[in-house]
């Protein structure tokens, strides 16, 4: 690292570093608004299943995709690929959905 290379934190706030907002730690979820209307991806992932192209290529209509999970185990969701939830199938007004019963938090994604 050349000597005029600086880290973000040899900065303060007043030095141009993170403004006094960021480093507040007093957050509410209306401070989060600006961001509200980002469209995120959301995937409910039931299982999966790892075969050869071979085997893929004899699947067709009625043939069966066996999972790697149990019947009654919590399935993994996802928002925009990253583990962040664990929950369960519901069914609401004849349509599939997924109730949370477990917030994935940083680095707690062990099965």
Do not use: H, W
């Not at 690292?1 to 303060?12: I, N, R, S, T, Y």
């Not at 939830?85 to 949370?100: C, H, K, S, Y």
């Amino acid at each position: 690292m050349a000597d005029d290379d600086l880290k973000l934190d040899e900065f303060g706030p007043e030095e141009g570093g993170l403004p006094e907002a960021v480093l507040d730690e007093d957050k509410t979820a209306g401070d989060l608004a600006p961001v509200f209307d980002v469209p995120v991806n959301i995937s409910a992932v039931l299982g999966r299943s790892t075969m050869s192209v071979a085997q893929l290529l004899q699947l067709g209509q009625g043939s069966v995709l066996e999972l790697d999970r149990k019947v009654g185990e919590a399935i993994d969701i996802y928002v925009n690929n990253r583990l962040v939830a664990r929950g369960e199938v519901v069914i609401v007004d004849e349509r599939l959905g997924v109730t949370m019963t477990e917030i994935i938090k940083d680095g707690d994604t062990a099965a």
